[in-house]
Structure formats: structure tokens, C-alpha cells
């Protein structure tokens, strides 16, 4: 399974950018899916996610401004950013419980995408 990035790059303040994150390989479903992001000298941290009951979660400093969405057809989640700030310059990684069939039955791995660079100038 392979969860690969895309969308990232540089844009002024005010602006808007939107990540894809596309899941791939022998995926019988996917529970939790979602954006992370780690800026220089600070732990990576939740921005946004589907719960596995399909309800959204925001950290508080881009309530308002980003919105997740996901196509489940195409194994593939969204995540669009308006009003950017400086502050939000980080790599952002993708996120996702992937449900895969072993010879034990259904099991469910943690996987991450190898991160995309989003930098805000001011």
C-alpha cells in the first residue's frame, strides 16, 4: 500500500493551495483517513481528518480557512487551504488506517505518505 502526496508548493499569503493524497495497492477499505503537518523544530500535529465513523476532525488554527473531503471510489482525500498564513509553512503528510486481507483475516496498518512541502510567504 502507497499513499503518494501532491499540491504542495510555494504561495503568498491569502492564498490557496490543494493537496490530494491518493491510496493505493491491495486496500480492502480505509477507516481513518487525514492530513498531518510538521514544521521546522515542531512536532508533526493533526490538521485534519475523517474519523473511521466518517465525521471530520480540525485543529483550531485552520478551523474556517481548510476543508478535507475525500473521494472513496478513488481511494483519495482532499484538503484545501484558503487564507494562508506564513505560520502554516510545513510538510504535510497524509494519513491512513488501510484495511488489508492476510491470511489471519482483515488487519488494519497505519500508513503515511512520504510528505508534501507547502511554504507561505509574507
Known amino acids: 500500500v502507497q499513499l503518494v502526496e501532491s499540491g504542495g508548493g510555494l504561495v503568498q499569503a491569502g492564498g490557496s493551495l490543494r493537496l490530494s493524497c491518493a491510496a493505493s495497492?491491495?486496500?480492502?477499505?480505509?477507516?481513518?483517513m487525514g492530513w498531518y503537518r510538521q514544521a521546522p523544530g515542531k512536532q508533526r500535529e493533526l490538521i485534519a481528518r475523517?474519523?473511521?465513523?466518517?465525521?471530520?476532525n480540525y485543529t483550531d488554527a485552520v478551523k474556517g480557512r481548510f476543508t478535507i473531503s475525500r473521494d472513496n471510489a478513488k481511494n483519495t482525500v482532499y484538503l484545501q487551504m484558503n487564507s494562508l498564513k506564513p505560520e502554516d509553512t510545513a510538510v504535510y503528510y497524509c494519513?491512513?488506517?488501510?484495511?488489508?486481507?492476510?491470511?489471519?483475516?482483515?488487519?488494519?496498518?497505519?500508513?503515511w505518505g512520504q510528505g508534501t512541502q507547502v511554504t507561505v510567504s509574507s
Open positions: 494519513n491512513a488506517g488501510v484495511v488489508v486481507v492476510t491470511i489471519e483475516g482483515r488487519v488494519e496498518y497505519d500508513y
Open positions: 495497492g491491495r486496500i480492502s477499505s480505509i477507516n481513518a
Open positions: 475523517f474519523t473511521s465513523g466518517g465525521s471530520t
